[in-house]
């Protein structure tokens, strides 16, 4: 147990279909981190919000849409997702943003797009 | 952008020997992590190595850095089963944060 918890661990979804992917931490970190992982390719970082404001967003199509509400909860609203954007997306924190910030990730959501 | 690149992408070992996988990297870096990521699961941190140290233990864990190289490299040693699963570098910038990550090394321990 990571202390960041995911929900849901597995979503497959049509492409006209709208959900939600949601992320808690337990750690009292200040920052939360989306990222996308495909297979046999690096983790690719999405967005980063730190003290709930969004400090990165790494050229991510506007069908993916974050939302954080306060330091504890991140979500990544989807909308009009492509095939392509099967994958498992990782939700991470760290104490904040500074460099040698270690990350603490959830165990993802498996996604699937049809 | 990708900054650490992981070699091999695959190793198989028997349970007990020694694994060795290495990270290359492009840019100056403050520090470098390691990462292991079971089969479908999250990653979680083993080990960090700052810019100004040569070698780094931690447990079954010999972690070292070649700045001069841009590389690095991780040993497990005593390998066992539960040691299966894929790991990752990570490396921070100077004037960065975030964590460039690479396509990591599958390591099976075979029983």
């Known amino acids: 147990e990571t202390g960041v918890t995911q929900t849901p661990r597995h979503l497959v979804m049509g492409m006209t279909n709208k959900k939600s992917l949601k992320c808690e931490q337990h750690?009292?970190?200040?920052?939360m981190y989306w990222y996308k992982q495909s297979a046999k390719k690096p983790l690719e970082l999405m967005f980063v919000?730190?003290?709930?404001?969004?400090?990165e967003n790494n050229s991510v199509p506007s069908r993916f849409s974050p939302e954080c509400p306060n330091s504890s909860h991140l979500f990544l609203h989807l909308h009009t997702l492509q095939p392509e954007d099967s994958a498992l997306y990782l939700c991470?924190?760290?104490?904040?943003?500074?460099?040698?910030?270690?990350?603490?990730f959830g165990a993802g959501t498996r996604l699937s797009v049809l | 952008s990708q900054q650490g690149e992981e070699d091999p992408q695959a190793l198989s070992i028997q349970e007990g020997e020694n694994a060795t996988m290495n990270c290359s990297y492009k840019?100056?870096?403050?520090?470098l992590q390691w990462y292991r990521q079971n089969s479908g699961r999250g990653l979680v941190h083993l080990i960090l190595i700052r810019s100004n140290e040569r070698e780094k233990h931690s447990g079954r864990l010999r972690v070292t850095l070649d700045t001069s190289k841009k590389s690095s490299s991780l040993l497990i040693t005593a390998s066992r089963a539960a040691d299966t699963a894929s790991y990752f570098c990570?490396?921070?910038?100077?004037?960065?944060?975030?964590?460039?990550f690479g396509a990591g090394t599958t390591v099976t321990v075979r029983a």
């Open positions: 750690l009292g970190h200040n920052a």
């Open positions: 919000y730190n003290f709930k404001e969004q400090t």
């Open positions: 991470a924190s760290s104490q904040d943003l500074l460099a040698a910030n270690i990350q603490y």
């Open positions: 840019t100056s870096i403050n520090n």
């Open positions: 990570a490396t921070d910038g100077s004037n960065d944060y975030k964590l460039s």
